[in-house]
C-alpha cells in the first residue's frame, strides 16, 4: 500500500488548505483513513479519521469546526479542509490507514499500518 500526501504549503494565519492524500495498491473504499500531524520537538497527534463509507468521522478536539475530513472512493483519496489556521496548525501531516478493512477508527497512531510521507503545513502569525 503506497500513500502520498500532497497539499501543503505556507498560509497566513486565518487561511486555508486542503490536504490530499492518494492510496494506491489495495481496495482503497474498504479502509479507515487517518490524518496525524507532528510539530517540531513535538510527538505525533491525531487528527481526524474516516471510516471507509466516509459516514462516520472523528476530530481531535482541537480541530473541531475548522478541519474537515473527507474521501472520494472512486479516487481513491482521502482529504483534509483545514479553515481558519492557527500558527499551532503548523507541522508535517501525514495520512495513515490500517492493514485490515474495518468500520471504526482510533486515535492511536500504533492501529495505522501504513503511512504517507508526509507533507508540510507552515502557518504564519
Known amino acids: 500500500v503506497q500513500l502520498q500526501a500532497s497539499g501543503g504549503g505556507l498560509v497566513q494565519a486565518g487561511g486555508s488548505l486542503r490536504l490530499s492524500c492518494a492510496a494506491s495498491?489495495?481496495?482503497?473504499?474498504?479502509?479507515?483513513m487517518g490524518w496525524f500531524r507532528q510539530a517540531p520537538g513535538k510527538e505525533r497527534e491525531f487528527v481526524a479519521a474516516?471510516?471507509?463509507?466516509?459516514?462516520?468521522?472523528g476530530y481531535a478536539d482541537f480541530v473541531k469546526g475548522r478541519f474537515t475530513i473527507s474521501r472520494d472512493n472512486a479516487k481513491n483519496t482521502v482529504y483534509l479542509q483545514m479553515n481558519s489556521l492557527k500558527p499551532d496548525d503548523s507541522g508535517v501531516y501525514y495520512c495513515?490507514?490500517?492493514?485490515?478493512?474495518?468500520?471504526?477508527?482510533?486515535?492511536?497512531?500504533?492501529?495505522?499500518?501504513?503511512w504517507g510521507q508526509g507533507t508540510l503545513v507552515t502557518v504564519s502569525s
Open positions: 474516516i471510516i471507509s463509507s466516509g459516514g462516520r468521522t
Open positions: 495513515a490507514t490500517p492493514r485490515s478493512p474495518t468500520s471504526t477508527w482510533s486515535v492511536r497512531e500504533q492501529w495505522y499500518d501504513y
Open positions: 495498491g489495495r481496495t482503497f473504499s474498504t479502509n479507515t
